[in-house]
């Protein structure tokens, strides 16, 4: 075999029942953990009245960046690793009955603008389905849209921008 003349660096949380690559960095690919979410917490971190970080965005500013929403790779079906965070979203739909959320999809630029706004559209729409049916929400307070690549909040050449351009953002209304 032929030796390489390139840097490389691994990081890995050294835990024999839950092994995890936090960083790796090998010639010009890296990759850093951005976030860890644990079973059963969805990310949900509470604020100083109690509610979630989710809530306290909606109340204050009227918007939301979602990530503990997960799709496999291409697809619109919802993986089931979400449902705290579907579940946080329907609690907060019933502590505020006069909310009506806007649920918008977001995606990174993997695959052009066309897949991509056909995908974020699809998941969407998987996300309001999912809230209608399974925590019985009513329409008129869900509308859904897709926006594709079209408005990334970071940049798509890094891995970690990619993570956080995949997105379902809710909006109040």
Not at 112 to 136: C, F, M, P, Q, W
């Amino acid at each position: 075999g032929q030796m390489l003349d390139t840097d490389a660096e691994f990081w890995f949380l050294d835990d024999p029942d839950n092994p995890l690559a936090l960083r790796y960095a090998f010639d010009k690919d890296r990759l850093n953990v951005i976030r860890i979410n644990y079973p059963g917490d969805g990310g949900m971190m509470a604020g100083a009245d109690g509610g979630s970080a989710i809530e306290q965005s909606l109340a204050k500013t009227g918007h939301a960046a979602v990530y503990g929403i997960y799709f496999g790779f291409n697809s619109d079906v919802i993986r089931p690793e979400s449902e705290p965070v579907l579940k946080e979203i329907a609690a907060l739909l019933s502590k505020h009955p006069d909310w009506n959320l806007h649920v918008d999809g977001h995606t990174d630029n993997i695959g052009g603008a066309v897949i991509n706004l056909t995908l974020s559209t699809r998941r969407a729409d998987s996300v309001k389905k999912a809230l209608l049916e399974r925590y019985h929400i009513a329409n008129a307070r869900l509308a859904a849209a897709g926006f594709g690549l079209s408005a990334p909040k970071a940049t798509n050449e890094t891995l970690e921008g990619r993570a956080l351009n995949r997105r379902v953002e809710l909006s109040k209304e």
